[in-house]
Nanobody, 122 residues
């Protein structure tokens, strides 16, 4: 189990950028990691994920605008968010879990951060 701490959220205008960071208390190089978000009244959504062999997936809503990356030496996960829209407003959570098999299937995330708020205003 790892402890995850997010940072980098804030308020930004439409079209702006933010970079979220998620620092883990332990080694995460062999784990699946992802960014989720949840807006008030909406279900939690997986925004982007990266597995232990660096395969990456994005939600259609953020493709070509968001970039997930991971620095194993720093045990840190990032989410670069560009061209932000009001609908990106949400609490963003970092999550980690052990993939199953090889190539790893990222089916379950067992460790979660407390979240960081992103607000995009027009």
């Amino acid at each position: 189990q790892v402890q995850l701490v997010e940072s980098g959220g804030g308020s930004v205008q439409v079209g702006g950028s933010l970079r979220l960071s998620c620092t883990a208390s332990g080694y995460t190089y062999s784990m699946c990691m992802a960014w989720f978000r949840q807006a008030p009244g909406k279900e939690r959504e997986k925004v982007a994920g990266i597995d232990s062999i660096r395969r990456i997936i994005y939600a259609d809503s953020v493709k070509d605008r968001f970039t997930i990356s991971k620095d194993n030496a720093k045990n840190t996960l990032y989410l670069q968010m560009n061209y932000l829209k009001p609908e990106d407003t949400a609490m963003y959570y970092c999550a980690a879990g052990n993939g199953l098999g090889f190539p790893p299937a990222c089916l379950e995330y067992t460790d979660w951060g407390q979240g960081t708020q992103v607000t995009v205003s027009s």
